[in-house]
């Protein structure tokens, strides 16, 4: 490849990075603004909306249902997930392919058709608290991102490495935890923190099955921007934001870039 090909590339590369970031970093931009307005701090920055954040309604409240939420919810899908991708890729059954189609399939169907059909179903066997609902809806979403990834790591695992350690006297739990588990960790993290941040930032499934008591974050954000339109919503929409970034630096420390991604 020819230098300028190689410049060409990486002007190409930029561009896409520089659309992708520009709505974030304008977010950034405005949480920081000195009026009241959405606009960007051309006359000097303020952090005025930052401490204006603990005096908002209800935002504390919807922080720590959503967090409670989407930790439930991981974990739930954490150790499902694991044992759906191990039953389907391990297990001797007619329909394997179709099982794995149809636990992927809540990441392929529209949030809002999801929303609808949950509340629906949960009606009408009498489930019409929003707390419990939310977490069952956030176990469907979150499950098929856990499968996906432990299913990948799975395939390329080698089973015979189980039946070496057993043969050289390790008890088939001491054989999973010393063979299995060190080799399986970084997907196992990294399914965790896709089915968190997917759970944390849902806002579809929310806005059906929550009711006036259980208000996840992203409604309350939602709430505040029909209420009045302020870049405090842009000060909560950036600590969002540093939250998802720190939780991609951590995850990197832990495994390491290229383990994270699948590499």
């Given amino acids: 490849m020819s230098v300028t090909a190689r410049l060409l590339g990486y002007a190409y590369l930029a561009l896409i990075c520089m659309f992708m970031l520009a709505p974030i970093a304008v977010v950034l931009a405005v949480s920081f603004s000195p009026t009241p307005v959405f606009d960007l701090p051309t006359s000097g920055a303020s952090l005025q909306w930052y401490r204006k954040l603990p005096e ?3 935002l504390w409240d919807s922080v720590r249902l959503s967090i409670e939420v989407a930790g439930i919810a991981t974990a739930s899908s ?8 191990l039953g389907i890729l391990r297990g001797r059954f007619p329909g394997r392919s179709g099982l794995l189609v149809f636990v992927l399939s809540p990441m392929m169907l529209p949030g809002v058709v999801l929303g609808i059909a949950m509340l629906i179903a949960f009606r009408s066997i009498g489930l019409v608290d ?5 977490i069952l809806a956030h176990v469907v979403i979150t499950l098929p991102y856990v499968v996906r990834v432990l299913y990948a790591a799975f395939v390329l695992f080698d089973f015979t490495m189980i039946d070496a350690a057993r043969s050289l006297g390790y008890s088939h739990a001491r054989a999973l935890w010393h063979v299995l588990v060190p080799n399986v960790l970084p997907s196992f993290l990294t399914a965790g923190m896709f089915a968190f941040l997917t759970s944390i930032d849902n806002y579809a499934l929310a ?10 974050l992203p409604i309350q954000i939602l709430n505040y921007l029909d209420r009045a339109s302020d870049p405090s919503v842009a000060a909560i929409a950036t600590l969002m934001v ?3 970034v720190l939780i991609l630096v951590i995850a990197e420390r832990l495994v390491g870039a290229r383990r994270l991604v699948g590499g």
């Fill in 130 to 134: 929003g707390y419990p609902s939310l």
């Fill in 207 to 216: 806005l059906f099955l929550g009711d006036v008591r259980n208000v996840t």
């Fill in 242 to 244: 540093v939250v998802t």
């Fill in 56 to 58: 908002l309604y209800g």
């Fill in 78 to 85: 954490l150790v499902l997930g694991t044992l759906c991708a």
